[in-house]
């Protein structure tokens, strides 16, 4: 049986504290709301008890930050795709913030078996004045458990609407992707981290996110396979290939943390669940 979880979550700044309040249909919902930067920012953690989707399953998580507002989603574990039988299983999640609004997504990593026919969609919405940083990890096989990524694809979608666009399909069965030097070159890790915004970023800001971003990734033993570009006025892309995941998310969350007080003025602090 196809499983099609729905889970809205509304994050509204009351009386100096950022308020979430959720509905959901099937198994996908918010654990619990964390306030550990005090009242203003609401951590919050998503949580899809089954662990994984097969094929036919369908998650659909829509979040909307309201204005001035200061939201973060995390989970406490990888998310699964598993072997299907010819139905994809789609991930789909649409990020629509109010003017002035802040919001952070960070998931950890999806697993994608082999075998799996998969979609991940991740949309933003921005309104003019709102900013989001978030990331996207795909793990492709377990590598370190003997399970190579051999059969199966993956569709990954990323978009800011109306400035930035990123689709591509990785195909278990495309070698020249997979392991040739202008693709993953053996590498079965892909992470994205991207700073996007409602309004341009103005020339000073979006360098100065580069400059920080580099600065970390020169210092970072996976220098050479990782970089920064600003593809448009208003996004900020890194971009990682790693062996596994834990290099790829420990380069992106440490840029994460010199971006947070530079551009937010705001603690590098991390979600309580990644110290679990």
């Known amino acids: 049986m196809s499983w099609h979880a729905r889970l809205s979550l509304k994050l509204r700044l009351e ?3 950022c308020v979430a309040r959720f509905e959901h249909e099937g198994p996908l919902r918010i654990l619990q709301t964390l306030y550990p930067e005090g009242d203003a920012i ?9 662990s994984g989707l097969v094929g036919g399953d369908t998650l659909d998580l829509d979040v909307h930050v309201g204005p ?33 609004a802040r919001f952070e997504w960070l998931p950890l990593e999806a697993i994608c078996y082999s075998g799996c026919i998969a979609q991940n969609h991740v949309t933003l919405d921005l309104a003019p004045g709102a900013e989001l940083i978030g990331w996207d990890v795909a793990a492709l096989g377990l590598p370190e458990a003997q399970l190579p990524f051999e059969r199966g694809r993956l569709l990954q979608h990323l978009e800011l609407r109306g ?4 689709r591509g399909r990785i195909a278990a069965s495309d070698a020249r992707l997979m392991n040739g030097p202008l693709g993953l070159a053996g590498q079965r890790c892909v992470a994205t981290l ?11 800001r979006r360098d100065q996110a580069l400059e920080l971003a580099r600065e970390v990734i020169a210092a970072h033993p996976l220098c050479s396979w990782a970089g920064a570009t600003a593809p448009g006025p208003r996004v ?14 420990g380069l992106l969350k440490a840029i994460r943390n010199a971006w947070r007080p530079a551009l937010w003025g705001l ?8 110290a679990l």
């Open 267 to 274: 603690a590098p602090t991390q979600p309580r669940t990644w």
């Open 68 to 100: 001035g507002a200061h939201g973060l989603v995390t989970t406490p574990g990888a998310s699964r795709f598993y072997r299907s039988q010819g139905e994809p299983a789609v991930q789909r999640t649409r990020i629509a913030l109010d003017e002035g």
């Open 15 to 17: 009386a100096g504290r």
């Open 163 to 166: 400035a930035w666009l990123e």
């Open 236 to 249: 900020v892309v890194v971009r990682v290939l790693a062996p596994l995941v834990e290099p790829a998310l």
């Open 42 to 50: 609401s951590h919050n953690v998503l949580v899809h008890p089954p």
């Open 194 to 204: 991207f700073l996007a915004a409602g309004s341009d970023l103005g020339r000073a």
